[in-house]
């Protein structure tokens, strides 16, 4: 993973640096759009945890297992 410093970037003023901004950009744009689908998939999970939670009491068996699968 290249981890980007916004210090790195500065405002563009040439065609060059305009191409190595575009060039750096495509690099790593499908890094960043497959860790944007992990993180929508994660949070889809959660949301149906959420869901699932309001379906049952907290006393019951069924709401622990559930309280418990979220921790992990």
Known sequence: ????????YTAI?????????EHDFN???GEYRN???????????FMKFKEQWKLVSPES???QVKKDRTVK
């Open 35 to 45: 860790l944007h689908a992990r993180i929508e998939s994660t949070i889809r999970k």
């Open 1 to 8: 993973c290249a981890c980007f410093s916004i210090s790195k």
């Open 61 to 63: 068996k069924e709401y």
């Open 13 to 21: 003023v040439s065609y060059d640096q305009r191409r190595s901004y």
């Open 27 to 29: 690099a790593e744009y």
